[in-house]
């Protein structure tokens, strides 16, 4: 019996148009996910300049029996979906069953499979059969796409350059891989290698295979659930971002997706954990019952609607966080080599190098065990984390620069931004004191006088609720200005006429959106810089001892709250292979 059943013409036109056919990734993603629905665990994608003058996709699946294999080219034709209702329980990949005859109406493409027993090979250009003949048996399918466009010049001129197409389908082929770490992905351009994973199943190996070891080893997994939701992936530790969000990989049911939500998600747990207009790595996979999901929103199925968004980002931004703080986060001064070259070299480096030997192969396996152990401990007892960041002890040495601790203990040699580390340490204590509800206040022995513009004066006076809810004793005196004569006692002694006047223009220049949440942010950030010290103060190797103290019992002592490093470490090892007393 067939698998494929032409769909009613009815359902074909619900089903989202749109263009199928726009480059060549969208070519190689439709006939990769048919690939994937297909079964198939080897899949092949090479390419001659970028797909522009060759797409061809060699697959181990299922194949097709010959009547399949000429169904595929009639629209709408598809084995995945059957009536309406099918479309809501959508969990295949590919669905629409109009990706081959859009391709073949604008190309010419050459299709050999085989189902085992029966084989099939089809010539096709510009939609009409040229020939059909019988193949080898081979179970699998393999599609080869040339002369794209050779019939619409005008869309021809929308293709970009080799380089271009070629960066977009590496990036999906990563995707695809992430997606599908149990699949083996070659993908190679002018018989060049560019990717390939090994089909380990091991999620962490297929990032190795794809980022190289220098990101694999800064990953740190994290896996979750609620009633709803399974999550489970890898972030990467907040030294190794990037500049663009191209590296935040997420899928539902195995999809990859995209959605504004999750992403939110994600930059949000990293808060201050990393600047701001900088990315983490993150390999994000969602399971969940597919009617929650609505994927038919977008042609290109990419921009999915989620049921239940609220409690989704509530998982994502919990987990993301205690995985960062639940890890010792100290970024090494000495970078690993080979760090951030082009990605494609990085890429056809990696696949040499294994190809070469497979020592890498084994140094990898041994340290995803080591891992993996170090991980099951961390989730069976969180708390000794904790208990391994708040017992580090750092003993200053001196200061340099007028900017840098120099600390050390028995693991290695510190550096630490005084500036960012006290910045760090205000911040958390200005945020604790602003969410206790229990407000102190002090009384000012010599009260400050604010004056102001008439039109501050006016928005300060509808505002005055802010300032006495905080804890400030406010009254009007005279024309255009405050008296102030008592503070909550958070405010640092010696600065509190610097604060108030800080928190008053904070007050008046964002008072048109008003946020409580984002005010207190925002206030404890700028008066945490205010307040600190700053770079060319030399401070005694007591008060030295006592801010390292204080930043080890921080949330994150590792960034300041403008996401900028506090502290980074030269390890005994790192030294020690600097300066040649080991030699490897
Ligand atoms: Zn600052
Ligand atoms: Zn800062």
Same mark, same amino acid.
């Given at each position: 019996?067939?698998?494929?059943?032409?769909?009613?013409?009815?359902?074909?036109?619900?089903?989202?148009?749109?263009?199928?056919?726009?480059?060549?990734?969208?070519?190689?993603?439709?006939?990769?996910?048919?690939?994937?629905?297909?079964?198939?665990?080897?899949?092949?994608?090479?390419?001659?300049?970028?797909?522009?003058?060759?797409?061809?996709?060699?697959?181990?699946?299922?194949?097709?029996?010959?009547?399949?294999?000429?169904?595929?080219?009639?629209?709408?034709?598809?084995?995945?979906?059957?009536?309406?209702?099918?479309?809501?329980?959508? =969990?295949?990949?590919?669905?629409?069953?109009?990706?081959?005859?859009?391709?073949?109406?604008?190309?010419?493409?050459?299709?050999?499979?085989?189902?085992?027993?029966?084989?099939?090979?089809?010539?096709?250009?510009?939609?009409?059969?040229?020939?059909?003949?019988?193949?080898?048996?081979?179970?699998?399918?393999?599609?080869?796409?040339?002369?794209?466009?050779?019939?619409?010049?005008?869309?021809?001129?929308?293709?970009?350059?080799?380089?271009?197409?070629?960066?977009?389908?590496?990036?999906?082929?990563?995707?695809?891989?992430?997606?599908?770490?149990?699949?083996?992905?070659?993908?190679?351009?002018?018989?060049?290698?560019?990717?390939?994973?090994?089909?380990?199943?091991?999620?962490?190996?297929?990032?190795?295979?794809?980022?190289?070891?220098?990101?694999?080893?800064?990953?740190?997994?994290?896996?979750?659930?609620?009633?709803?939701?399974?999550?489970?992936?890898?972030?990467?530790?907040?030294?190794?971002?990037?500049?663009?969000?191209?590296?935040?990989?997420?899928?539902?049911?195995?999809?990859?997706?995209?959605?504004?939500?999750?992403?939110?998600?994600?930059?949000?747990?990293?808060?201050?954990?990393?600047?701001?207009?900088?990315?983490?790595?993150?390999?994000?996979?969602? =399971?969940?019952?597919?009617?929650?999901?609505?994927?038919?929103?977008?042609?290109?199925?990419?921009?999915?609607?989620?049921?239940?968004?609220?409690?989704?980002?509530?998982?994502?931004?919990?987990?993301?966080?205690?995985?960062?703080?639940?890890?010792?986060?100290?970024?090494?001064?000495?970078?690993?080599?080979?760090?951030?070259?082009?990605?494609?070299?990085?890429?056809?480096?990696?696949?040499?190098?294994?190809?070469?030997?497979?020592?890498?192969?084994?140094?990898?396996?041994?340290?995803?065990?080591?891992?993996?152990?170090?991980?099951?401990?961390?989730? =069976?007892?969180?708390?000794?984390?904790?208990?391994?960041?708040?017992?580090?002890?750092?003993?200053?040495?001196?200061?340099?620069?007028?900017?840098?601790?120099?600390?050390?203990?028995?693991?290695?040699?510190?550096?630490?931004?005084?500036?960012?580390?006290?910045?760090?340490?205000?911040?958390?204590?200005?945020?604790?004191?602003?969410?206790?509800?229990?407000?102190?206040?002090?009384?000012?022995?010599?009260?400050?006088?604010?004056?102001?513009?008439?039109?501050?004066?006016?928005?300060?006076?509808?505002?005055?609720?802010?300032?006495?809810?905080?804890?400030?004793?406010?009254?009007?005196?005279?024309?255009?200005?405050?008296?102030?004569?008592?503070?909550?006692?958070?405010?640092?002694?010696?600065?509190?006429?610097?604060?108030?006047?800080?928190?008053?223009?904070?007050?008046?220049?964002?008072?048109?959106?008003?946020?409580?949440?984002?005010?207190?942010?925002?206030?404890?950030?700028?008066?945490?810089?205010?307040?600190?010290?700053?770079?060319?103060?030399?401070?005694?190797?007591?008060?030295?001892?006592?801010?390292?103290?204080?930043?080890?019992?921080?949330?994150?002592?590792?960034?300041?709250?403008?996401?900028?490093?506090?502290?980074?470490?030269?390890?005994?090892?790192?030294?020690?292979?600097?300066?040649?007393?080991?030699?490897?």
């Amino acid at each position: 019996m067939s698998k494929i059943k032409v769909m009613n013409e009815n359902l074909a036109n619900k089903i989202a148009a749109g263009e199928v056919v726009e480059k060549c990734a969208s070519i190689v993603k439709e006939l990769v996910e048919n690939s994937i629905d297909a079964k198939a665990l080897n899949i092949i994608i090479n390419l001659e300049k970028g797909g522009l003058s060759k797409i061809q996709v060699i697959d181990d699946g299922e194949g097709m029996d010959d009547e399949d294999a000429k169904l595929a080219f009639f629209r709408h034709a598809t084995s995945k979906i059957m009536r309406d209702d099918d479309l809501f329980f959508i =969990n295949t990949m590919g669905f629409r069953g109009e990706a081959l005859p859009s391709i073949a109406s604008v190309s010419e493409v050459e299709l050999k499979t085989s189902d085992g027993k029966s084989s099939s090979f089809i010539h096709i250009k510009g939609g009409k059969v040229l020939e059909t003949k019988s193949g080898d048996l081979r179970k699998g399918t393999s599609i080869t796409v040339t002369n794209l466009f050779y019939n619409t010049p005008a869309r021809l001129k929308y293709l970009k350059s080799e380089n271009t197409e070629a960066y977009n389908i590496v990036n999906l082929i990563e995707k695809l891989a992430l997606a599908r770490p149990d699949i083996n992905f070659t993908l190679t351009n002018n018989d060049k290698m560019i990717i390939k994973t090994s089909g380990s199943n091991n999620l962490l190996k297929t990032i190795h295979e794809i980022y190289g070891l220098n990101v694999s080893n800064k990953m740190l997994e994290f896996k979750a659930n609620n009633d709803d939701f399974d999550i489970y992936g890898y972030i990467c530790k907040p030294e190794i971002l990037k500049s663009n969000k191209n590296d935040i990989s997420t899928f539902v049911n195995d999809r990859i997706v995209r959605n504004i939500e999750i992403n939110k998600a994600i930059n949000d747990a990293y808060y201050t954990y990393k600047p701001e207009g900088k990315y983490p790595i993150v390999v994000l996979k969602i =399971n969940t019952d597919p009617t929650l999901v609505d994927v038919n929103i977008h042609p290109t199925k990419q921009d999915i609607k989620l049921s239940k968004i609220n409690e989704l980002y509530d998982l994502i931004y919990k987990t993301i966080k205690d995985t960062l703080y639940n890890n010792l986060l100290i970024p090494n001064a000495i970078k690993d080599e080979s760090v951030n070259i082009i990605k494609d070299s990085v890429i056809a480096e990696i696949v040499d190098k294994m190809a070469k030997s497979n020592n890498t192969q084994t140094e990898m396996n041994f340290k995803i065990e080591v891992k993996d152990q170090k991980q099951e401990l961390k989730t =069976n007892d969180e708390v000794v984390i904790n208990k391994e960041l708040k017992s580090l002890v750092l003993y200053p040495v001196g200061l340099a620069l007028g900017t840098y601790i120099i600390a050390q203990n028995d693991e290695g040699i510190y550096l630490i931004d005084q500036h960012a580390a006290q910045e760090r340490i205000n911040y958390e204590k200005y945020m604790k004191a602003l969410k206790n509800r229990v407000i102190t206040t002090t009384n000012l022995l010599i009260p400050i006088t604010i004056e102001l513009s008439a039109s501050e004066y006016i928005t300060l006076k509808d505002n005055l609720d802010i300032l006495k809810n905080m804890g400030f004793v406010i009254e009007e005196f005279g024309v255009n200005t405050f008296k102030i004569t008592g503070h909550p006692t958070w405010i640092l002694e010696g600065y509190e006429e610097e604060s108030v006047r800080k928190i008053i223009d904070l007050i008046i220049g964002g008072i048109n959106k008003f946020d409580q949440v984002k005010f207190n942010e925002k206030m404890a950030i700028t008066l945490a810089c205010k307040m600190s010290i700053k770079a060319n103060m030399h401070i005694s190797l007591e008060a030295q001892e006592e801010l390292l103290k204080e930043l080890v019992m921080c949330d994150n002592p590792y960034n300041c709250p403008h996401g900028r490093p506090t502290i980074i470490k030269f390890s005994i090892y790192d030294l020690e292979r600097m300066f040649k007393r080991v030699m490897n």
